[in-house]
Nanobody, 126 residues
Framework: QVQLVESGGGLVQAGGSLRLSCAAS????????MGWFRQAPGKEREFIAA????????YYADSVKGRFTISRDSAKNTVYLQMNSLKPEDTAIYYC???????????????????WGQGTQVTVSS
């Protein structure tokens, strides 16, 4: 089992920044990739960013490329999402996800991951 706990969400004005953290515990020795997704009210959960744990390969949604940065700290078993130049349309619940085994397919899909956190709310005011 893997437990994921997100933190760092909150209310910020447009143009501001936030850094989300996702701390993993449990079977942390078995990890292939971690990702961030978000879900706004009435919308599907959408991919934001992902990182492979061993080599640090990163993936980003076009909507956040150049504004958001995903990174990891192996010693702390934590993945981060630095969000800059935030926009009101970034408002959503942000979820951290972990894939503990290598799978076929893309880390941009929710089905790639087998563990999820509870989410943290990010609200961007205009």
């Amino acid at each position: 089992q893997v437990q994921l706990v997100e933190s760092g969400g909150g209310l910020v004005q447009a143009g501001g920044s936030l850094r989300l953290s996702c701390a993993a515990s449990g079977r942390t020795f078995s990890r292939y990739a971690m990702g961030w997704f978000r879900q706004a009210p009435g919308k599907e959960r959408e991919f934001i960013a992902a990182i492979t744990w061993a080599f640090g390969n990163t993936y980003y949604a076009d909507s956040v490329k150049g504004r958001f940065t995903i990174s990891r700290d192996s010693a702390k078993n934590t993945v981060y999402l630095q969000m800059n130049s935030l926009k009101p349309e970034d408002t959503a619940i942000y979820y951290c996800a972990s894939a503990t085994v290598a799978r076929s397919g893309s880390p941009t899909y929710t089905s790639f991951y087998n563990y999820w956190g509870q989410g943290t709310q990010v609200t961007v005011s205009s």
